[in-house]
DNA sequence: AAGTGGTCTAGACCACCGA
DNA sequence: CGGTGGTCTAGACCACTTC
């Protein structure tokens, strides 16, 4: 089992590009352990140093994480409230205690491919759609209206359960029902004014500032699910540092 | 001259920090090289390993760049335009040679510490504060008013130098002029509704959608410009990957 | 051709974790 | 305690830049 593929590549990148195959194809569990350094080692017939290399890049890349002492583990990416981070929230629960983010389905239905549906048929692969409007809120205050969709039939089972099943977080529910890992997400945000519709669920007024927050998860196998999510304008707060 | 320091901290943590601070004092000048990976190998004591690992750390904080065959060089911070990466602006020049954004300074004037500058005096530690008025365009298009508070008398040359001098893009403007060089900033995106003056200067409607982006930066001794840029909503756009 | 960073090896010792 | 990753060394050879 040695390195074969581009030999104008080094051989810590031939093994890192291997490896990441191999995390993505979970040939590995999320949170197990990978082979040991020195497995790995003589498996590719390197040094470990070069092993070294490579995981380390998969280590800044957000796939593994290394354990003192213990070993090297492939990482849960943890999206869960993600949306929320684009928001400012006061939280204002003087216990301590972390807020949990409440979410209400609104309508649950299958679309074939109407006009506003297109561009998600196209990136889910998928003719037919499932259609979620979801309102999330804040310890009691609406936050977001999310249009949600997902594949049809494959995910069809969230037509019918029960709300409580579900829960809050749609992720952890993708994983628990369908096995599917959501790993990496796009966001891409713009702003506009609040629609009659928007101002209803999200208790505005008609013309307040909103944010758009155009979501794409991704799991192995591609796109698993396109989101548009309206924000109110007057809670959004985002922060970068550069250098 | 060895690593002295923290005994915890490994030695190419020490010798990060060292190089840190030097970088950070200009002993070598931007886009100057640093001393080889031997030379600084022999100078602390060190193997070539532990430089090279303690020069990685600084190129991923992007204070150093590597030049494969040339050497390593203290990196130059580019903010160059970058207010304008918060917006979409198709580059409509078909000929493909770069668009410069055009500024156009509405007004320039020192300030004691009314109420709308406390805050600029408190960040700049100076109890008078220069205050400059400009518009930001691009392709013509009005896309930015910009508030800008500098510490005065410091930099009290801006009242008076004329505007082709200081040229569209202050951050070199600085460095040509005040020996400042930027090395940080911190950017915060919010949303809000355009005013009059905002719909004048930006040619768009009062009520139409604005962000507003509050930006601090600064240089090896602090905070050295605050300023608060209004732009036009319908051309804010923002993409973010995470994993 | 000389000098720079880039890749790779072999091996020693340390710090941490878990049984 | 044995096994894991973390630090550090010494040294060979390569790829690239510069003159």
Known sequence: MLLDGDHRLPLYARLRDVLATQVAELVWKVDEAIPTESELSSEYGVSV????KAVEQLVNEGLLERRHGSGTYVRRPSFHNSLFRWFNFEDTTQSGHKTVPESRLVSREVK???LETIPATKLLRSTEVI???RVRLWSGTPLMLEDIYLPYPKFQAVLHDDEAEIGPLLYPYYERRFSRLVTE???????????????EFLSIEA????VQIDRLSKSADGVLEVRRAYGRGDRFRYRVKMS
Chains 1, 2 share one sequence.
């Open 131 to 133: 259609h979620l409007e």
């Open 207 to 210: 013309g307040a500032p909103v």
């Open 49 to 52: 140093h070069t092993v070294r």
């Open 185 to 199: 997400v796009e966001d891409e945000i713009s702003v506009g004014l609040a629609t009659e519709r928007l101002s």
């Open 112 to 114: 074939a491919a109407p």
